[in-house]
């Protein structure tokens, strides 16, 4: 990885509420793309398409969803 970007932000799961890991969850899926895609002008090109892919979006969703799902476990399920 050339790309200095920080992955997982101050390498770190654990939050202080679900609200904060679903904002990390979103943060963690975006990095990714950024990371596979590192050309923003790129990246601005594709979004059309996929904003307007219904198939994308949903993808995006369960890739946000399987972050959460790993940020809620390393939380204990903030209990």
């Known amino acids: 990885m050339l790309d ?3 992955l997982i932000p101050e ?3 654990i939050t202080n509420s679900p609200e904060e890991g ?3 969850a979103v ?3 975006r990095l ?3 990371i596979t895609q ?3 002008e790129i990246r601005d090109q594709l979004r059309p398409v996929y904003a307007n892919d ?3 979006l949903i993808a995006i969703g369960q890739t946000v969803a399987l972050e959460f799902s790993t940020i809620s ?3 204990n399920y903030w209990r």
Request: charged residues 20%; positive net charge; hydrophobic residues 45%.
């Open 4 to 6: 200095k970007t920080q």
């Open 11 to 13: 390498n770190t799961l």
């Open 22 to 24: 679903r904002a990390l």
């Open 27 to 29: 943060k963690i899926a």
């Open 32 to 34: 990714t793309i950024k």
């Open 38 to 40: 590192p050309n923003a």
């Open 54 to 56: 219904a198939a994308m």
């Open 73 to 75: 476990k390393a939380n």
